[in-house]
C-alpha cells in the first residue's frame, strides 16, 4: 500500500473575512474530493483570513499513481482563479 499526501499552502488575496475565505475553500474541496475522489481537508491557518494550507490524501497500489493523481489534484487547484497557490509538497509513504 502506498499513501501520498499533499501539502498546499494558498493565499486568498481578496478575502477579507474569515467567511470569505471559507467560501473558496469549500468550493476547492468539495470540487477536488468530488472529482478525484480524494480525501483533502483544512489543516493549518485556520484563523488566518487569507492564507489557508490544505492537505490531501491518496491511497494506492502504486507509486506512480499516486503521483500522477496528486500532480493532477496540484494542477487542478493552482487552476481555480479564486485562490493564488504559494508553495506545495508531497510525501510518498
Known amino acids: 500500500m502506498i499513501v501520498g499526501l499533499l501539502t498546499v499552502e494558498l493565499h486568498i ?12 475553500l469549500k468550493s476547492i474541496v468539495d470540487r477536488v474530493r468530488s472529482k478525484y475522489n480524494v ?15 490544505l492537505g490531501v490524501a491518496v491511497v494506492s497500489n502504486e507509486t506512480s499513481h499516486v503521483n500522477q493523481m496528486l500532480e493532477t489534484v496540484v494542477r487542478s487547484i493552482e487552476a481555480n482563479g479564486e485562490a493564488d497557490l504559494i508553495h506545495y509538497s508531497v510525501e510518498i509513504l
Open 13 to 24: 488575496g481578496w478575502a477579507t473575512t474569515l467567511k470569505d475565505k471559507r467560501r473558496v
Open 39 to 53: 480525501s483533502i481537508a483544512e489543516v493549518d491557518n485556520q484563523d488566518l483570513w487569507q492564507r489557508a494550507t
